[in-house]
């Protein structure tokens, strides 16, 4: 049972513009959030986190919010760069299960020139 | 610099056959991961370690075999039982209860039965 979902599996936008990469939980008993960008063949590089007792946390361009409520998580990336392009999966660990994460399918996103 | 290190980078193994994938981390992590990717697919665990000499089975750990003796190393062996061993295993590293700017991954091996 997918607890982590991320429901758009690809998004496209321009350079310069912002991306917004969303996320749903099921779980109450996930602690941290986290984002990851990975490309093919290579192991994901963490991107930015946020606590569940937190609603926004903000590292340059990125931007994450939280929603506790309604079990929903965002990534805000503004300006969009063509270098952002790659698959983007949303994480949540789980301090029942050693903190492992469980991971979304992720969304790949494409910025274009 | 410290990192965690997965070899070999592409595997391939006759149907039947176990196979151990290697995975080290210089980090002094306390915790390590074994997760698999497959196509169109989140990355699902496998087995996660908190500390030496112990191990949890996590979501997909049928045909899958871990031991933990050392702090550094967390090998995956992929026995005959695993029906459908094809994908990519990333190995992951955390500190302790794992830290809030994440956890650390290696490069991942690709598994391919022939």
């Known amino acids: 049972d997918q607890q982590v979902k991320q429901n758009s599996p690809s998004l496209s936008v321009q350079e310069g513009r912002i991306s917004i990469l969303n996320c749903d939980y099921t779980?109450?008993?996930?602690?941290?959030f986290l984002w990851y960008k990975k490309y093919p063949a290579e192991g994901p590089t963490f991107l930015i986190s946020i606590s569940s007792i937190k609603d926004k946390n903000e590292d340059g361009r990125f931007t994450v919010f939280l929603n506790k409520s309604a079990k929903h998580l965002s990534l805000h990336i503004v300006p969009s760069q063509p270098g952002d392009s790659a698959v983007y999966f949303c994480?949540?660990?789980?301090?029942?299960?050693?903190?492992?994460?469980?991971f979304g399918k992720g969304t790949s996103l494409l910025v274009t020139p | 610099d410290g990192g965690i290190t997965q070899s070999p980078k592409y595997l391939f193994r006759k149907e039947g056959q176990n196979v151990t994938l290697s995975c080290e981390q210089n980090l002094n992590h306390d915790a390590m991961y074994w997760y698999r990717q497959d196509p169109g697919q989140g990355l699902r665990l496998i087995y996660y370690s908190q500390i030496v000499n112990d191990f949890q089975k996590g979501d997909i750990a049928e045909g899958y075999s871990v031991s933990r003796e050392k702090k550094e190393s967390f090998p995956l062996t992929v026995t005959s039982a695993q029906k459908n061993p094809t994908a990519f295993y990333l190995c992951a590293s955390s500190k302790g209860q794992g830290v809030a700017y994440g956890y650390t991954f290696g490069s991942g091996t690709r598994l391919t039965v022939v």
């Open positions: 994480a949540a660990r789980n301090s029942n299960s050693g903190y492992a994460l469980n």
């Open positions: 779980n109450s008993m996930f602690d941290y």
